[in-house]
Nanobody, 126 residues
């Protein structure tokens, strides 16, 4: 059974940093691109980043480019989203997700993810 679990959310002041973690159960990041999504209050969920370790391709939304970085812990099968210079508009619930089908890619994960974590709340406020 494929599962994802996020952690690391919290309350941070504008300009601060947080690192979110996404732990995978039942599969390896070697074979499945991982996307990060967020849902701000009153808004639709949006794709903000993706990393496909099979070919090294990445995606970052313009709103987070240069501030957010994805990385990986091979030993513990975790994916991280390092978020720097956080802004109030970064507030929302953050999810990691992937697509169950073999041979997926970041474009597919961004639109067709069917394995989701439970989400972790990030609040940026002074």
């Amino acid at each position: 059974q494929l599962q994802l679990e996020e952690s690391g959310g919290g309350l941070v002041q504008p300009g601060g940093s947080l690192r979110l973690a996404c732990e995978a159960f039942g599969f390896s990041f070697d074979y499945a691109p991982i996307g990060w999504f967020r849902q701000a209050p009153g808004k639709e969920r949006e794709s903000i980043s993706c990393f496909d370790y099979s070919d090294g391709s990445t995606y970052y939304a313009d709103s987070v480019k240069g501030r957010f970085t994805m990385s990986r812990d091979n030993v513990n099968n975790k994916q991280y989203l390092q978020m720097n210079n956080l802004r109030p508009e970064d507030t929302g619930i953050y999810y990691c997700a992937t697509e169950r089908a073999r041979g997926s890619s970041c474009p597919r994960v961004r639109n067709l993810s069917d394995v989701w974590g439970q989400g972790t709340q990030v609040t940026v406020s002074s």
